[in-house]
């Protein structure tokens, strides 16, 4: 796999601020070097950067995300320091001709102006770039670490740059109480050069129609024409054939994906062979993929799940962000920027479904534990209190019994203390039974059996179903 490389350019002239300048990027190395793809970046810096430095770095380093920090404290746009270390803002049509040069030899993929966001500079750079993050000087300096962070920790985990800047934005909600602005990001339409058609089409194509010119062979002319014509026929026949199972691909590879469903309750060999199978027959049966991702989760294989949950991602199965959030709950709990942003994006998806009462009580449930891990407890009580509300509609059918709401719910309302409701959450918690399938809820029975044992209450008659709601003081 080739090496991304990450050039930083930092200037902070005499008269412009530097508060956060530091500590940006210093947060941004640490994020990356924590990063599950951390070998594939490579991280370059510049710093008190000159226009002729900047050239310099480019050339030297090739890189394919171009980074600039600083900020001007009355304009905007990218100042550069000149040779006094005073202020030199860099013009529109200078910066255009600059990445019209070097956009392409160096590949260069995204462009990030922290703090020095210009829409006429942003504007100037994406006709040569694909992408361009902009982010201007009224989004305080705290705002600004948080994005960068979020973004870079977003790829780092391999996910593709619209994705990190996405993820970037829910870092700033997420870390700052009132960000003063939001970052922007600009899209274009650069191809590269293997993209590009060839100059002389034509030169591809080759006429195989009736009226084509034959060559002149008296001798061979009529059988000339037959061969042509059957090959003609051939060519139709085949091409047939191939439209009709082309047609039937998706048919036939949703069947083996409902057998591989039948197979996964007690045979996950057998169920991976068979989504495998319905994956090779159509690889854009993102049901397949979020099913084989699950039977990976549950073998312990949680590299190879992450990977098919980020694949049956991109048909925008609310299923598949809910397994992928979850998964980045359970297994790196101290970034929880990613769960965040796709937790919350499935919750956008699964109320475009109106019938997704499961998978919105799940991402609605997840989404509370991961707040309760940020000791947000109000915002975890708000989301636990939908998922609850989910799971006790008379007009839905959950597989889920809804348990785990209810204990994640007891925790959230311990922390709050208040104990009475916590105790009845946990009541509930034991009295719905938990799927006795994952090593939390064995956690949280064990926990409700703890909690009733420190009141004197014996955990088999509080947790009948029937049993009355339980009071401190009664």
Known sequence: MSRCKLLILAASPKNSTRRWLDEEIRDIQEGLQRARNRDNFVIAQRWAVRPRDFQRAILEESPQIIHFSGRHQDEEGLFLEDVLGNEQRISDAALASFFNLFAQKAKIECVVLSGCYCQAQATAIVEQVPYVIGIDKCVDDRATI???VGFYDALGNGE???FAYEAGKVAMALNSSSPSGSPILLSGQRQRPYD?????????IVDISPSASLPKSNKYDKRSK???KLCIRSTAIVASI??????????????????????SYNKLGSAEQLYKTAIWIDKNNFEAHNFLGRVYEDSQDLAKAENQYKIARQGDLPAAYNNLGRLYLQTDRQNLT????VLNK?????????GAWEVRYSLHKNLGWLYFLKTKYSDAKAQLDIAIEISERSDVDLYDSGSAAHCLMAETLEEQQLQNASLQSWQRCCQLGGDANTPEEYQWMDQAKQKFAQIGRDYNKVCIYTAPPI????
Do not use: H
Not at 242 to 252: A, G
Not at 338 to 341: C, L, P, V
Not at 346 to 354: A, K, P, V, W
């Open 146 to 148: 948080d994005f960068s």
């Open 226 to 228: 037959v061969v042509r």
């Open 338 to 341: 990613a769960a965040f942003a």
């Open 471 to 474: 009071l401190l003081d009664s």
């Open 196 to 204: 590009t058609l060839p100059e002389k089409s034509s030169d591809l």
């Open 242 to 263: 191939t439209i009709v199972l082309l047609s039937l691909r998706p048919l036939l590879s949703n069947y083996y994906m409902q057998k591989g469903n039948s197979a």
């Open 346 to 354: 499935g919750i956008e998806l699964s109320y475009d479904d109106e």
């Open 160 to 162: 593709l740059i619209p």
